[in-house]
């Protein structure tokens, strides 16, 4: 049975977000994520039409059929570079995911599953102080209706600027105010630390064997929480008033070269750009080298509610937190 | 501040037009160009008059009539100093709109880009009187730049309205010129076959036609001056260059890629 979820993109501005989405399909085309293989997931990007037809169960004709839209728009943006979302609307994406192979009883109706996306600028959710955004107001009040009314949220945290104060006190009260709500319908919330492949620069060619152990991101993920105190009020939401259930995952939308596996940030273009072949231009010129690591897995989890290999709980990383500080590998 | 737009007529007019200003987009430091990390997207200049009802309607998106401005609706050979579009909008307001995206990293940088619109409003009545003269000074003067991070809020969103001067171009001047040149009699029968109906419509110019934006938008001047002011459908008139697609209304658009040999070929 085909069952409609809404997950918010939420986070300080040049967190992420955007890239994040548009690397997700890619992701699972890859099979680049922490899920066991024989999921066989798939997912589909569709048009709004097609979305609220699939919704209403008429479904239409033929889903290839199907017109370069919005979430194409983004992926070809995002191999030139990207552009940064704006603060005039809340953008909505759609798509269809489906598990063809095996999954585990516990989680499933046998799906598919429709998603709604909803990707905002940061300065929506996490206005800076001060600042005068007059265009913004009645956006605000749509975001704060999608949170309202979404099953799960994903908030995507630079894993580089953590410390970062302009951002901590609006995202603090992001989550205060979440917490409280009596009607929200929430019931996954996803901390994903991005731009994971920065930690393994140095690493050269062995940084994709490291990135590939979920131990080192279990270890990132239980360092990153004592960094961010203020993540801790996220453990109201699992007390059972709370009614979600929370998650940390690590992730990389630039990823790790195909074949030469470093970290896929080309030291001598401008700007922090991805590896691509010269002469070429567009998606083509970055597909060669692109393989994204983990974009799938806030949108799986927040789909499904099931974990891989790479998605941690506050159990978890505290059992790893109480153990004995192994020396870092990595920083 | 003043500027007179060349109007060697002997019947012209001294006349004086208000302009209010909105920019949207992200400050960015003085020397490099660059988006301080600290900056994000905001109103970075507006004139301390200007209706703050009317503020939403001057969105990029909706000026261009469309669910969301991206770097799709630019032109290529418009990307750098980005589209223009000048039509009227909601409280007896016209908007004139340049827009665009850059790099976060400066303008010839490789990162991330931003939309950056410079939008003036000026009362509807003016340009339906002055059209030429409000093309042309937008024509010479309306840039998408960013503001600087270091001029103050207090200085950036207090502005006055700035006035212009100029003189004034009659309709039977600006008629006699436009019936000189095939596009001119394009354009006149254009408006008219429009007057009756209250369809959209647009009229395409391409490079074959003019050199550069900057004489479409005078050929358009003349156009639109001529028309009298009981046309009909004057609050649906709309002029756009670099703009991928017609902006909504009664549309004159120039849009130079089309005379570009790809697009000719693409076209095939
Ligand atoms: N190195 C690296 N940079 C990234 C990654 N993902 C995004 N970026 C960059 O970070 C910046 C912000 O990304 P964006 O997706 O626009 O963030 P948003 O504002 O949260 O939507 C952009 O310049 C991206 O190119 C990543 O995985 N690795
Ligand atoms: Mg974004």
Same mark, same amino acid.
């Given at each position: 049975m085909?069952e409609?979820?809404t997950?918010?993109?939420?986070?300080?501005k040049?967190g992420?977000?955007?890239?994040?989405?548009?690397a997700?399909?890619?992701?699972v085309? *890859?099979?680049?994520?922490g899920?066991?293989p024989?999921?066989?997931?798939?997912i *589909?990007?569709?048009?709004?039409?097609d979305?609220r037809?699939?919704?209403?169960?008429?479904?239409?004709?033929d889903?290839l059929?199907?017109?370069?839209?919005d979430y194409e728009?983004?992926q070809?943006?995002?191999?030139?570079?990207?552009v940064?979302?704006?603060?005039? #609307?809340?953008?909505?994406?759609?798509?269809r995911?489906?598990?063809?192979?095996?999954?585990?009883?516990?989680i499933l109706?046998?799906g598919?599953w429709?998603?709604?996306?909803?990707?905002?600028?940061?300065?929506?959710?996490?206005p800076?102080?001060?600042?005068e955004?007059a265009?913004?107001?009645?956006?605000?009040t749509k975001?704060?209706?999608?949170?309202? =009314?979404?099953?799960?949220i994903?908030?995507?945290?630079p894993?580089?600027?953590?410390?970062?104060?302009?951002?901590?006190?609006?995202?603090?009260?992001l989550?205060d105010r979440?917490?409280?709500?009596?009607?929200k319908?929430?019931?996954r919330?996803v901390?994903?630390?991005?731009?994971?492949?920065?930690?393994?620069v140095?690493l050269?060619p062995?940084a994709?064997?490291?990135?590939?152990?979920p =131990?080192?991101?279990?270890h990132?993920l239980s360092?990153a929480?004592?960094?961010?105190?203020?993540?801790e009020?996220?453990?109201?939401?699992?007390?059972p008033n709370?009614?979600?259930?929370?998650?940390?995952?690590?992730?990389s939308?630039y990823g790790f070269?195909?074949?030469? *596996?470093n970290?896929?940030?080309?030291p001598h273009?401008p700007g922090?750009?991805r590896?691509?072949?010269?002469g070429?231009e567009?998606?083509r010129? =970055?597909?060669?080298?692109w393989?994204?690591?983990?974009?799938?897995?806030?949108?799986?989890?927040?789909?499904l509610?099931?974990d891989?290999?790479?998605?941690?709980?506050?159990a *978890?990383l505290?059992?790893?937190?109480a153990?004995?500080?192994?020396?870092?590998?990595? #920083? | 501040?003043? @500027?007179?737009? @060349?109007a060697?007529?002997?019947t012209a007019?001294?006349?004086a037009i208000?302009?209010?200003r909105l920019?949207?987009g992200k400050?960015?430091?003085?020397t490099?160009?660059?988006?301080p990390?600290?900056s994000?997207?905001?109103?970075?200049r507006?004139s301390?008059?200007?209706?703050?009802s009317?503020?939403?309607h001057?969105s990029?998106?909706?000026l261009?009539?469309?669910?969301?401005?991206?770097?799709d609706?630019?032109?290529? @050979?418009a990307?750098?100093?980005?589209?223009?579009?000048?039509?009227?909008?909601? +409280?007896?307001?016209?908007?004139?709109?340049?827009?665009?995206?850059?790099?976060?990293?400066?303008?010839?940088g490789?990162?991330?880009?931003h939309?950056?619109s410079s939008?003036w409003?000026?009362a509807?009545?003016?340009?339906r009187?002055?059209?030429?003269?409000?093309?042309?000074i937008?024509?010479?003067h309306?840039? !998408?730049?960013p503001?600087?991070?270091?001029?103050?809020?207090?200085?950036?969103?207090?502005?006055?309205?700035?006035?212009?001067?100029?003189q004034?171009?009659?309709v039977?001047?600006?008629?006699?010129?436009?019936?000189?040149?095939?596009w001119?009699?394009d354009m006149?029968?254009?408006?008219?076959d !429009?007057? @009756?109906?209250?369809?959209?419509?647009?009229?395409?110019f391409?490079?074959r036609d003019?050199?550069?934006?900057?004489d479409f938008?005078?050929?358009?001047?003349?156009?639109?001056?001529?028309?009298s002011?009981s +046309?009909?459908?004057?609050?649906?008139v709309?002029? !756009?260059?670099?703009l991928? +697609?017609?902006?909504p209304?009664?549309?004159l658009?120039?849009?130079?890629?089309?005379?570009?040999?790809g697009a000719l070929?693409?076209?095939?």
């Amino acid at each position: 049975m085909t069952e409609k979820l809404t997950i918010c993109l939420v986070g300080p501005k040049a967190g992420g977000k955007s890239s994040l989405l548009a690397a997700l399909t890619e992701c699972v085309a *890859q099979g680049s994520f922490g899920y066991a293989p024989r999921l066989r997931p798939a997912i *589909q990007p569709l048009g709004e039409k097609d979305f609220r037809a699939a919704e209403a169960e008429m479904r239409p004709a033929d889903f290839l059929a199907h017109e370069e839209g919005d979430y194409e728009r983004l992926q070809r943006d995002f191999a030139q570079g990207g552009v940064a979302t704006d603060t005039l #609307d809340t953008y909505e994406y759609y798509f269809r995911l489906t598990v063809n192979g095996e999954a585990p009883p516990a989680i499933l109706t046998p799906g598919p599953w429709l998603l709604e996306i909803v990707d905002s600028a940061g300065e929506v959710a996490v206005p800076p102080n001060g600042v005068e955004i007059a265009i913004l107001d009645d956006v605000k009040t749509k975001l704060a209706r999608q949170l309202l =009314a979404c099953e799960a949220i994903v908030l995507v945290l630079p894993l580089v600027r953590l410390e970062d104060s302009l951002w901590i006190g609006a995202l603090t009260r992001l989550i205060d105010r979440l917490v409280i709500a009596p009607e929200k319908k929430l019931r996954r919330l996803v901390v994903v630390f991005s731009h994971y492949e920065r930690l393994f620069v140095r690493l050269g060619p062995s940084a994709f064997t490291y990135a590939c152990d979920p =131990a080192v991101a279990r270890h990132v993920l239980s360092r990153a929480l004592r960094r961010a105190q203020w993540l801790e009020r996220l453990r109201a939401l699992e007390t059972p008033n709370g009614g979600a259930r929370v998650r940390f995952t690590v992730a990389s939308a630039y990823g790790f070269t195909k074949r030469f *596996q470093n970290p896929n940030i080309d030291p001598h273009q401008p700007g922090e750009r991805r590896f691509r072949r010269a002469g070429l231009e567009g998606a083509r010129a =970055a597909g060669e080298f692109w393989r994204p690591f983990l974009t799938a897995e806030p949108f799986l989890y927040a789909a499904l509610g099931m974990d891989s290999a790479f998605t941690f709980s506050f159990a *978890q990383l505290d059992a790893r937190a109480a153990g004995n500080d192994e020396t870092s590998i990595i #920083d | 501040m003043s @500027s007179p737009v @060349s109007a060697n007529t002997s019947t012209a007019v001294e006349a004086a037009i208000d302009i209010r200003r909105l920019h949207y987009g992200k400050l960015v430091d003085a020397t490099t160009g660059a988006v301080p990390s600290q900056s994000g997207y905001e109103v970075t200049r507006r004139s301390f008059d200007l209706d703050p009802s009317l503020v939403g309607h001057l969105s990029p998106a909706r000026l261009i009539g469309r669910r969301r401005f991206d770097p799709d609706a630019i032109e290529t @050979s418009a990307l750098r100093s980005g589209c223009f579009v000048a039509r009227t909008t909601a +409280y007896d307001a016209t908007a004139l709109m340049r827009a665009r995206f850059r790099p976060e990293d400066g303008e010839n940088g490789g990162a991330r880009r931003h939309q950056q619109s410079s939008v003036w409003v000026v009362a509807f009545d003016d340009w339906r009187r002055f059209p030429a003269a409000c093309l042309a000074i937008a024509a010479g003067h309306l840039r !998408a730049d960013p503001d600087l991070a270091a001029e103050t809020a207090a200085v950036r969103l207090a502005e006055t309205p700035s006035r212009w001067r100029f003189q004034n171009l009659d309709v039977d001047r600006a008629r006699a010129v436009l019936l000189r040149d095939a596009w001119g009699c394009d354009m006149l029968e254009f408006f008219l076959d !429009a007057a @009756s109906s209250d369809a959209a419509a647009c009229l395409d110019f391409d490079a074959r036609d003019f050199a550069n934006e900057r004489d479409f938008l005078a050929a358009a001047g003349f156009a639109l001056q001529s028309l009298s002011s009981s +046309y009909p459908r004057w609050r649906d008139v709309s002029v !756009a260059c670099g703009l991928a +697609y017609p902006a909504p209304g009664v549309c004159l658009r120039y849009s130079p890629d089309h005379a570009l040999p790809g697009a000719l070929s693409d076209a095939a």
